[in-house]
């Protein structure tokens, strides 16, 4: 899955937006009623690497593999960042996706999910 491919899977995400902040942090955020389940980096050096939520498990898991990194400030919460989005198995990519959408939306209020269309397993 290249980058591309991977920002319209979050757009088709139930109630999910699209946010790009310029200057200084230069991000492209990926939210759902205001919780944050991706982001890109978006400026140079390190353009386009992404980084999402995944469960404690999985973040000792990865986060031991060449190319995958605790997120900066957010490593400690349990986010990842993948450095080249396009080395990834694309089918783990979007399952670890979907789990951070997932628990994005589980924060929000039945009311609010709702409202978005947001439908949890």
């Known amino acids: ?3 591309e491919q991977l920002q319209q899977h979050c757009r088709r995400l139930a109630g999910a937006t699209e946010t790009l902040h310029g200057a200084p942090s230069n991000i492209l955020v990926y939210a759902v009623g205001g919780k944050t389940f991706a982001y ?4 140079e050096p390190e353009q386009w690497r992404f980084s999402l939520r995944v469960s404690p498990e999985h973040f000792l898991e990865l986060t031991d593999r060449p190319g995958i990194k ?6 400690r919460f349990h986010w990842i960042t993948i450095v080249e989005v396009h080395k990834f198995p694309a089918d783990y990519l979007a399952e670890l996706l979907d789990w951070s959408y997932h628990k994005a ?3 929000l209020s039945k009311t609010k999910r709702l ?6 397993a």
């Open 1 to 3: 899955m290249n980058t």
């Open 40 to 43: 890109f980096k978006t400026s």
């Open 115 to 120: 409202e978005l269309g947001v439908l949890l």
């Open 105 to 107: 939306a589980g924060a």
């Open 70 to 75: 605790p997120a900066r400030y957010m490593g």
